[in-house]
């Protein structure tokens, strides 16, 4: 299983970006997620959305962060608006099949300037 992050890149605070993330091979989705890690800081959840359609946000980003899926490619967008210097990191997709086997993307970097 591959899974392939794209859409990152530098944006001034208060814009918007939308990450995508494609998964290749052979699986049975359960749960698909955005993960960030922030310059010496651990790897956080920032959403997730399970094969029913339930999603998950970090309280940090609820509001301003969607999670959406599109079956028929296998892809988890993330759609980031009013962006925060404090959402600067590497952000990861994350794919978590039926059997609990979980995946990870190479991660996109996200650079919010002032």
């Known amino acids: 299983v591959q899974l392939q992050a794209s859409g990152g890149g530098l944006v001034q605070a208060g814009g918007s ?6 998964a290749s091979g052979s699986f049975v989705i359960g749960t698909l997620g955005w993960y960030r890690q922030a310059p ?3 790897r956080e959840l920032v959403a997730t959305i399970t094969s029913g359609g339930r999603t ?6 609820k509001g301003r962060f969607t999670i959406s899926t599109e079956n028929a490619k296998n892809a988890v967008y993330l759609q980031m608006n009013s962006l925060k210097r404090e959402d600067t990191a590497v ?3 994350n ?9 990870w993307g190479q991660g996109t970097l996200v650079t919010v300037s002032s």
């Open 17 to 22: 970006l939308r990450l995508s993330c494609g």
């Open 40 to 42: 010496g800081k651990q």
């Open 56 to 61: 998950l946000y970090a309280d940090s980003v």
């Open 91 to 93: 952000y990861y997709c």
């Open 95 to 103: 794919l978590e099949d039926v059997y609990s086997q979980v995946y």
